[in-house]
């Protein structure tokens, strides 16, 4: 998709505060600091419209992004951060399962892991909780240029056994720096929210 508009148009926290447009939803997931900013931002073409922090734990609402008027990026707030206290990560936990288990736009789920080491325990339960709602999940692999490209099938296979994946669930490797893996994403995406190929 040639991306022209984005407008971030909601900082939700219950349902009642979600759109009402009935744009198709595509989450982004992930634990804090993998990169989830960085990839909206790629994907969108912008430099730093969503924002990144150094800070981990700071995306504590569901951020709704408006792309060309025809579909919702949302940003999940980041998991496995432990410095946030036990009462705040269980209210996210329930802002976001809410979310994910009753959001009849959501179309498909962006779960982001750190290519840089094998997922943790918090990337597997997430997992293996949107596999087990049946969530249409594609993983992506971030940071990817910083591993030696004759390693990428290594990461991916590593990925997927610590994952428990079955083949038919996407693996891209990611990188914001240098946009590889960009067209596979949107492609993916788009299939998502629009049932296209192209």
């Given at each position: 998709?040639?991306?022209?508009h984005?407008?971030l148009?909601?900082?939700?926290?219950?349902?009642a505060?979600?759109?009402?447009?009935?744009y198709?939803?595509?989450?982004?997931?992930?634990?804090?600091?993998?990169?989830?900013?960085?990839l909206?931002?790629?994907?969108i073409?912008?430099?730093?419209?969503?924002?990144t922090?150094?800070?981990?734990?700071?995306?504590?609402?569901?951020n709704?992004?408006?792309?060309?008027d025809?579909?919702?990026f949302?940003?999940?707030?980041?998991y496995?951060?432990?410095?946030?206290?036990?009462a705040?990560?269980?209210?996210?936990?329930?802002?976001?399962?809410?979310?994910?288990t009753?959001?009849?736009?959501l179309?498909?789920?962006?779960?982001?892991?750190d290519?840089r080491?094998?997922?943790?325990?918090?990337?597997?339960?997430?997992?293996?909780?949107?596999?087990?709602?049946g969530?249409p999940?594609?993983?992506?692999?971030?940071?990817?240029?910083k591993?030696?490209?004759?390693?990428?099938n290594?990461?991916v296979?590593?990925?997927?056994?610590?994952?428990n994946?079955?083949?038919?669930?996407?693996?891209?490797?990611?990188?914001?720096?240098?946009?590889?893996?960009?067209?596979t994403i949107?492609?993916?995406?788009?299939?998502?929210?629009?049932?296209?190929d192209?």
């Open positions: 998709m040639e991306v022209n984005v407008e148009v909601m900082s939700a926290v219950d349902p505060q979600y759109p009402t447009t009935g198709p939803e595509i989450a982004f997931v992930g634990r804090s600091n993998v990169g989830k900013s960085s909206t931002n790629v994907l073409n912008r430099r730093s419209y969503a924002r922090s150094s800070q981990p734990g700071k995306t504590q609402t569901l709704f992004y408006n792309v060309e025809q579909l919702y949302v940003d999940v707030p980041g496995g951060y432990a410095k946030v206290s036990k705040a990560r269980e209210k996210w936990g329930h802002m976001i399962e809410t979310y994910l009753q959001r009849d736009q179309r498909g789920v962006v779960s982001l892991v290519a080491h094998e997922p943790t325990e918090a990337d597997v339960q997430m997992y293996q909780w949107l596999a087990y709602y969530l999940t594609l993983i992506v692999a971030t940071k990817s240029d591993i030696v490209r004759g390693k990428w290594q990461t296979s590593q990925i997927k056994k610590s994952l994946l079955p083949n038919t669930d996407n693996i891209v490797m990611f990188s914001a720096p240098k946009k590889i893996g960009q067209d949107w492609q993916w995406i788009e299939e998502q929210a629009f049932g296209e192209d």
